[in-house]
C-alpha cells in the first residue's frame, strides 16, 4: 500500500468535510465547524499549518439522526461511520466519518476496529437551565468520559511518565471491569437524560476540559454564518469569537515556534494503490 503524505490527507479530509456537508444540508441538520477547526478558519482560512484533522459538532438531536441516516442507508459506502450505536467494537465516545479507501494506524491508541482517515464528529447535548446544575452534570460526564478514555490508550508508553502511565493502566483496569459496552450505554443514558431542545446551557463531551466547553444555546448554535475553509465553505456559530475566546484566551496569538508540530500520531495508507 502507498503511503499517504500530509497534502494529499489534507485534500481527502476536504472531500470527507464536503461529502458530510452536503449530507447534512439534504437532511436538514445544522453541521459547524469546531476546535482547531474553527480556529482554522478564523486564523488561516483553512487547516492550521501544523494540525492534520477537521473537527465538527452537531446538537444531540442531530447527531442521532445522523446516525440513523447510515444506519438506514447501510453504512458501506466510501464513506463509513463509525460509531458505537453502529458497531459496539468501536470504542470511541463520539463519532469519525472514515474514507474507506485509506487505512490509518494510530501509533499510541485503539480504536477497537480497523480505522481510515477521519473526520471528528462530536455532540454538543443539553445541561440545563441553571449554571450549577450545568457544571455538576459536565463533571459527572467527564467522570465516564475519563473511563472511555483510558480504553483508547496504550498503556506504559515510553514517551508519558511513570505517574501517568500507571494512573492509566489503573483507570483501564476499573474500564474493563465495567465494561466497554456498559459503560457506553452509561454514557448514552446521561446525556440523553437533560433534552438538548429544552436547555438554556449546552456543552460539548469530548474529554476532560470542563465548563470551557459549557455555553448558552441560544448564543452559539441557533445560527450560523459561513466560512472559508481552504477551498470550500462551511458554517460556524454565529458567535464564533466568544466560542474560540471562551476555549482558547487570545486566539489569534500564535502558539511558540517549538509547539507548531503535528500531534496526531498515526500512520495512512492508500488501500487502492498495490505500490
Not at 456537508?21 to 474553527?38: R, V, W, Y
Not at 511513570?162 to 466497554?180: D, P, Q
Not at 438538548?196 to 445560527?223: A, C, H, P, Q
Request: charged content about 30%; hydrophobic content about 40%.
Amino acid at each position: 500500500m502507498r503511503t499517504i503524505q500530509i497534502d494529499e490527507m489534507k485534500q481527502r479530509l476536504l472531500s470527507i468535510a464536503e461529502y458530510l456537508d452536503k449530507l447534512c444540508e439534504e437532511n436538514g441538520i445544522n453541521l459547524f465547524m469546531s476546535g482547531g477547526t474553527l480556529l482554522g478558519a478564523v486564523r488561516h482560512k483553512g487547516f492550521i499549518p501544523w494540525d492534520d484533522d477537521i473537527d465538527m459538532y452537531l446538537s444531540r438531536p442531530d447527531y442521532d439522526r445522523l446516525i440513523e441516516i447510515f444506519r438506514q442507508q447501510g453504512n458501506n459506502g466510501k464513506y463509513k461511520l463509525l460509531a458505537h450505536e453502529l458497531d459496539d467494537k468501536y470504542l470511541y465516545g463520539f463519532a469519525k466519518l472514515i474514507d474507506t479507501d485509506t487505512l490509518l494506524i494510530e501509533k499510541g491508541g485503539d480504536a477497537g476496529v480497523e480505522m481510515g482517515l477521519f473526520l471528528d464528529i462530536f455532540p454538543i447535548d443539553g445541561l440545563g437551565d441553571d449554571i450549577k446544575f450545568a457544571k455538576k452534570h459536565m463533571k459527572k460526564i467527564n467522570k465516564y468520559i475519563i473511563l472511555n478514555l483510558s480504553l483508547l490508550v496504550k498503556p506504559w508508553r515510553k514517551e508519558v511518565s511513570f505517574a501517568k502511565n500507571f494512573t492509566i493502566a489503573c483507570l483501564r483496569v476499573l474500564a474493563k471491569m465495567y465494561g466497554a459496552n456498559r459503560l457506553h450505554k452509561k454514557l448514552s443514558e446521561i446525556v440523553h437524560s437533560v433534552p438538548y431542545e429544552t436547555s438554556k446551557y449546552v456543552g460539548e463531551f469530548i474529554d476532560e476540559i470542563g465548563d470551557k466547553r459549557i455555553m448558552l444555546k441560544n448564543e452559539m448554535y441557533d445560527d450560523y454564518v459561513l466560512m472559508d475553509f481552504e477551498n470550500i465553505k462551511l458554517k460556524a456559530p454565529k458567535n464564533w469569537d466568544k466560542w474560540l475566546t471562551q476555549f482558547y484566551g487570545d486566539y489569534m496569538k500564535l502558539p511558540p515556534v517549538e509547539k507548531r508540530v503535528l500531534t496526531h500520531g498515526y500512520e495512512l495508507y492508500d488501500k487502492t494503490s498495490e505500490e
